[in-house]
């Protein structure tokens, strides 16, 4: 009984979701982008998130004028899957278009950029299973370690050495943040009589480091560090 029970309620919440989303998909062709973007943000709420659900949520808000939250969503898609091509597409067209300030890619962003960094962190593990089942097998039949065993041993750990530096590299995506309003002045400390340090125009990219209250202390693109107001930056990653 308990497990129809949970099967009905399985069932029920996928139903839910399909169901926003797919009506969310209708508004939006309708014209209706208060009401999709509404639709988006109820399957967001309950932690049903897909790469196409914040590429559809950066489109309302690219159309009901909200350009940051747009570059935000854009991002988040990317997180999930970042070789979602018009996410990225969008997302340079319009940094484009608000002169939105990132920091410069480097080699590193480029080549580790392939996976995100729960990718590569499984990559890792996956690996260095792999590494250990290698390993142990032919102990546990007491038998040594052939040369093709060695090799598959050498890639193995090569692998998971590697996939762990790539997850290392990423993991300052964790922090990530995106300028949501028009225009945010960095301040040099906490307060707004505080020295200017930078302006940031929406869709702006920064590092998150903390918050303390009403202000977010952040890396900005060009590395220097400052303040801006809480509510002006939202993190890419959701908790």
Known sequence: ???????????????????DFEAGNRAYDEGKFIE????????VTRGEWTANLFYNLGNADERIGAPGLAMLNYERALALQPGHHEARAN?????????????????????????????WLAAASVAGWLAVFIVTVPFARRRT??????????????VASGAACA???????????VIVVKQAEARQGPADRAALADVLPAGSR????????????????????AWVPSSSVERVRLS
């Open 91 to 119: 997302l340079t067209f319009l940094r484009e278009q608000t002169l939105a300030k990132v920091p410069a890619r480097s080699w590193r962003d480029h080549a580790f950029g392939v996976l995100t960094f729960g990718g």
């Open 167 to 177: 997850a290392w590299q990423s993991a300052g995506e964790l922090g990530a943040g």
């Open 36 to 43: 999709a973007r509404q639709r988006y943000e109820s399957q």
């Open 145 to 158: 370690l052939g040369a093709g065993g060695v090799f598959w041993l050498v890639l193995a750990l090569s």
């Open 206 to 225: 920064v590092r998150v480091i903390s918050v303390r209250g009403e202000w977010t202390y952040c890396e900005l693109p060009g590395g220097a560090r």
């Open 1 to 19: 009984m308990k497990r129809v029970l949970l099967l009905l309620m399985l069932a029920g919440a996928v139903a839910r979701a399909g169901g």
